[in-house]
């Protein structure tokens, strides 16, 4: 057997539909992966079980002479404790010390955040943070989440929950959220705070638009239609866009980052939302920060930013 020789972490992102894990070299590249559904497991000691034991298969005929350890990207997950605390999308309820338990199965060191201080870390490592010390990533899938990086460092606060942007108040008294509050920025901007604002728009206006055809409409359709010209979608895109740099504005007055990278789903839209979130942080914000902040496309779009944020939490250890 030919060993691996190159530095190599395995990277675990675990959502509520799948979960990942790959074998990572430090030039980003996945060496070989395995998936499961996250369904197949009614707790999360058979996860762990299960996703140790395929790790443990693979180590068997793959030998890597550098293998740094595992590190894990999940939601709720808790950089400080190493567990999930009280995850929505997941069934399995409560603390879950999921770090402990992955190291006491495979015996190799074992770390966790949440999915969005690892897309952070992957833009770090990986994608196109990798000359700053300052920038923040906000991921725009089913929710808005986001990670902070400040001098270097990603931002985890007292609680290891530090930067939780997406319930922020956008508005006040405005939109129902999930965590029991009203108006947070993720109801408004997120696939899920666009397809509310579709609704609204298609139910106070007559324009003609292709997605009044549409039954279950998605942050894909409302791309789709914006390429297409529909006025109504663009006009949506743009809206999100308004109320994102409305509050990046006052970001950047707090964490002065040299960009924002935008990932996840919705951000495949970036080329509707960032002229109007440029222009909405350039006319609001204060004059001494004043074109210091770049929004991007995340550079790891097209790649699985997930897995690679969690190996890349590991390799930066
Ligand atoms: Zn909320």
Redesign the pocket.
């Known amino acids: 057997m030919k060993p691996n020789t190159e530095k190599t972490a395995i990277g675990i992102d675990i959502g509520g539909t799948n979960i990942e894990c790959a074998w990572i070299d430090e030039n980003a590249q996945i060496i070989h992966q395995i998936n499961f559904r996250t369904e197949l497991f009614e707790t999360a000691e058979s996860m762990v079980k299960m996703v140790s034991q395929a790790i443990e298969e693979h180590h068997q005929g793959h030998q890597y002479e550098q293998l740094v350890g595992i590190g894990i990207g999940a939601p709720n997950g808790n950089y400080f404790t190493g567990s999930i605390e009280m995850a929505p999308n997941l069934k399995w309820k409560g603390h879950i010390p999921l770090a402990e338990m992955f190291k006491a199965e495979t015996h190799l060191p074992t770390v966790l955040t949440n999915d969005a201080n690892a897309a952070a870390y992957a833009e770090m490592l990986f994608g196109g943070a990798t000359e700053m010390n300052n920038f923040l990533v906000v991921t725009l899938g089913t929710g808005l989440g986001s990670g902070i990086v400040v001098n270097g460092e990603v931002m985890y606060g007292k609680t290891g929950f530090a930067g939780e942007l ?2 922020t108040i956008a508005q006040a008294n405005g939109r129902p ?5 009203k108006g ?1 920025l ?2 408004y901007v997120s696939a899920t705070g666009l397809k509310l604002t579709i609704g609204e728009l298609l139910a106070v206006s007559r324009q003609n638009s292709s997605l009044r055809d549409l039954t279950n409409i998605s942050a894909k359709n409302v791309h789709e239609a914006a390429i297409k010209g529909d006025a109504l979608a663009i006009k949506a895109l743009e809206y999100t866009a308004k109320i994102l740099g409305q509050k990046l504005t006052d970001y950047i007055t707090v964490f002065s980052p040299e960009a924002v990278f935008l990932s996840g789903g919705l951000a495949h839209a970036h080329s509707y939302l960032i002229p109007t979130i440029e222009k909405t942080i350039n006319d609001n914000v204060l004059p001494i920060f004043k074109d210091t902040t770049r929004v991007y496309p995340s550079k790891l779009l097209e790649k699985n930013a997930g897995l690679l944020g969690a190996a890349a939490l590991i390799m930066n250890q």
């Open positions: 997406g319930h959220c999930g965590c029991g509050r947070c993720e109801t």
